[in-house]
């Protein structure tokens, strides 16, 4: 596609459900992002995929959280037993491999948990 | 590990007068900057960049920034500053030199232009 697809636009959810999240990255993108972006708040890092490489996981904020990619396009964010705290917008971006490309984002799933 | 620093939460001006908005980074290595836009209800847009070269970088919709390695800032300016210019401003910054090229943003400054 011509941009980054995230899906599904909004999510709600009661807690302690599990939910997950889909982004499907610019095609022959081989990095990807997932970030999360409390209401007005800054974008925190939850996890970086780069081609065949382990994913860096560090800005996961708990074992709820998890996330895959596939054959190294779709990537998906799996939230377990969801907490009110989860509500947030989650962004995800991808960029070509290389160190300067700039990184192109989703317009993001707003997950309301309830 | 790399960081960001946007030391101001807010930046008030003037229609038609000139903005900047501060950016600061910490990296072990060479810097790759980034500044983002996010409007209202609408995703993150990439403006500019600084990977080599020149110091001075010109972006989108008029924007334009100024990489001091001695400062390590990268602050982010705008000639004339227009209404429609209001919206959240992230830098962010990659480390050239790790092996997982994580980018890393700043908490944002919120631009508010006044007519």
């Known amino acids: 596609g011509a941009g980054v697809s995230q899906s599904p636009s909004n999510k709600v959810t009661e807690k302690g459900k599990d939910v997950e999240l889909r982004c499907d990255p610019i095609?022959?993108?081989?990095?990807l992002y997932w970030y999360r972006q409390s209401l007005g708040q800054g974008l925190e890092f939850l996890i970086y995929?780069?081609?065949?490489?382990?994913?860096?996981k560090s800005g996961l904020p708990s074992d709820r959280f998890s996330a895959e990619r596939t054959g190294g396009s779709v990537s998906t964010l799996t939230i377990q037993r969801t907490q009110q705290e989860d509500s947030a917008v989650y962004l995800c971006?991808?960029?070509?491999?290389?160190?300067?490309?700039?990184?192109?984002f989703g317009q993001g799933t707003r997950l309301t948990v309830v | 590990a790399q960081s960001v620093a946007q030391p101001e939460d807010q930046v008030n001006v003037a229609e038609g007068n000139p903005l900047t908005v501060k950016c600061t980074y910490s990296?072990?290595?060479?810097?790759?900057l980034f500044w983002y836009v996010q409007y209202p209800n609408r995703g993150l847009q990439f403006l500019l960049k600084?990977?080599?070269?020149?110091?001075l970088v010109k972006g989108s919709y008029g924007f334009e920034a100024e990489f001091n390695k001695s400062q390590t800032s990268f602050h982010l300016k705008k000639p004339s500053a227009l209404v429609s210019d209001s919206a959240l401003y992230f830098c962010?910054?990659?480390?050239?030199?790790?092996?997982?090229?994580?980018?890393?943003f700043g908490t944002g400054t919120r631009l508010l232009v006044s007519p």
């Open positions: 095609s022959g993108h081989t990095a």
């Open positions: 990296v072990s290595g060479n810097p790759y």
């Open positions: 600084y990977i080599t070269g020149d110091n």
């Open positions: 971006a991808s960029s070509f491999r290389g160190q300067g490309p700039e990184a192109f």
């Open positions: 962010a910054v990659r480390d050239m030199n790790t092996g997982f090229q994580k980018l890393v």
């Open positions: 995929f780069q081609g065949n490489s382990a994913p860096d």
